[in-house]
C-alpha cells in the first residue's frame, strides 16, 4: 500500500487544515473582540490540539494568525494528501 494514497494519511491532513481554518478564524474575531472569554477558551483548545496533536509549533501558530495557514502547508500543498 502507497502511504501517500492512505485514506488515514488523508483524513489526517484535512482535519489538520480544517483545525488551521478554525483557529485562524477564531483569531480574527477575538482581534474584533479581545474580551469574549467563550471566543478565548475555543482558541486555547484549538491551538493545544494543534500542537499536542497535530505537532505544529509556537512559529506555525503565529504563521496561521498571519496567513492562515502554516507555511509548509502553503509552500507544499503535495504533500497534504
Do not use: C
Request: cysteine-free; aromatic content about 10%.
Amino acid at each position: 500500500m502507497n502511504i501517500k494514497n492512505s485514506n488515514i494519511l488523508r483524513s489526517w491532513n484535512m482535519e489538520r487544515i480544517e483545525y488551521q481554518r478554525r483557529y485562524s478564524k477564531l483569531h480574527k474575531d477575538s482581534v474584533k473582540n479581545p474580551e469574549d472569554r467563550y471566543i478565548l477558551g475555543q482558541i486555547h483548545e484549538l491551538k493545544y490540539i494543534l500542537v499536542s496533536f497535530f505537532g505544529l509549533t509556537e512559529d506555525e501558530l503565529e504563521e496561521i494568525q498571519k496567513d492562515g495557514f502554516a507555511v509548509r502547508d502553503i509552500e507544499h500543498p503535495d504533500k497534504l494528501i
